[in-house]
T-cell receptor
């Protein structure tokens, strides 16, 4: 069962790059790593997903080292609207396993 | 708009009562997931259905049950409600399971008084 560990909270300022790291030491061979963003009282929203190396889309980049025991979500030039909770999720391929979001990282972007 | 519809948006009830939360997944999605989120807490996975069958089970209480119907909509039944059951309940859907991206609904806020 791949459990994830993230920092509880992070602070940043507008215009800075923010890197949030997630540890998942027990990741399985077929597991993917997915990041979600959640604003208060809203459902989480998909940000990015990857399996290895680097993935980039219009909002973020995801860096995954060769051992895949961790991953880093990178948000370039954050704005106040990026203030949210960010969850790292490791996808379980087999039935009967829990889908673990973990506690998430509360990012506060300040002006 | 994620395409996942949850009803009702808000529900206020009393302890000991029973309620049903409803979820309509995105068109084409076969998996439905239910999550509970208490105030300032993370998302707790409850249960997953895939094409009508239970696929994965999390920390779902025995007082809670769910099912997915042939038209793929799902219902979460909460019975013998307690104050501690007050929370946001989210439904998500995906094409399959595991690495598939989940799309979340807006949630149902349950208040047990």
């Amino acid at each position: 069962l791949a459990k994830t560990t993230q920092p509880i909270s992070m602070d940043s300022y507008e215009g800075q790059e923010v890197n949030i790291t997630c540890s998942h030491n027990n990741i399985a061979t077929n597991d993917y790593i997915t990041w979600y963003q959640q604003f208060p009282s809203q459902g989480p929203r998909f940000i990015i997903q990857g399996y290895k190396t680097k993935v980039t889309n219009e909002v973020a980049s995801l860096f995954i080292p060769a051992d895949r025991k961790s991953s880093t979500l990178s948000l370039p030039r954050v704005s106040l609207s990026d203030t949210a909770v960010y969850y790292c999720l490791v996808g379980e391929e087999n039935a009967g396993n829990m889908l673990t979001f973990g506690g998430g990282t509360r990012l506060m972007v300040k002006p | 708009d994620s395409g996942v519809t949850q009803t009702p948006k808000h529900l206020i009830t009393a302890t000991g009562q029973r309620v049903t939360l409803r979820c309509s997944p995105r068109s084409g999605d076969l998996s439905v997931y239910w999550y509970q989120q208490s105030l300032d807490q993370g998302l707790q996975f409850l249960i997953q259905y895939y094409n009508g069958e239970e696929r994965a089970k999390g920390n779902i209480l025995e007082r809670f049950s769910a099912q997915q119907f042939p038209d793929l909509h799902s219902e979460l039944n909460l019975s013998s409600l307690e104050l501690g059951d007050s929370a946001l309940y989210f439904c998500a859907s995906s094409v399959g399971w595991g690495k598939n991206i989940q799309y979340f609904g807006a949630g149902t806020r349950l208040s047990v008084l």
